[in-house]
């Protein structure tokens, strides 16, 4: 999975009456609603990643960054860090992300958990996005790494494809 990759995001509101229920605060909740709408003005999100499993493999870590955009702005970027554990099938995840309008305001990512399939073909992320729980699973597929991001109100969906080593 070492790499850069690449591939157009969709966030889609599965439940909007729950979205409008959830205990968001404005910002976060027009965060949210840029993302489902930008991109029937502006064309599809692109997000980029990069997953570096060289530099730290000694301490059994793996570098991820992640940038979501649209027309080069950024409306979201992540950094973090997946630390292996002893039975090399769950890791656990920390680091932290930025949005717009705020992109200089770093908001930590609480502990994740993530639990990687008996095939090594997929990972399944239990963690808090904005602060609501969300299920993160991917999967490699002939045609890239296949990834879905779950909440009770949200489905992201994007499927990237390698861009470089």
Known sequence: ???????DYALTLTD???????????????????????????????????????REAAKRQVLHTTRIASWGATLFRSEEVLQLQDDGRT????GRHWMLPAPWRAHAWDEARVDVS???????????????PMRQETRVTPEGLAV??????????????????
């Not at 009456?17 to 930008?38: E, H, N, Q, Y």
């Not at 909440?151 to 080593?165: D, E």
């Open 1 to 7: 999975m070492h790499g850069r990759w690449r591939g």
């Open 148 to 165: 879905s991001q779950r909440t009770a109100w949200s489905l992201g969906k994007v499927l990237l494809r390698r861009v470089g080593a």
């Open 16 to 54: 909007v009456p729950a979205f409008r229920a959830a205990k968001l605060p404005w910002l976060d909740r027009t965060r949210i609603r840029s993302m489902v709408t930008l991109p029937r003005l502006t064309g599809a999100l692109r997000m980029e990643t990069t997953v570096d499993a060289q």
């Open 118 to 132: 008996e095939d090594a073909q997929g990972a399944t992320y239990s963690l808090q996005w904005l602060g609501v």
């Open 91 to 94: 890791a656990t995840l920390t």
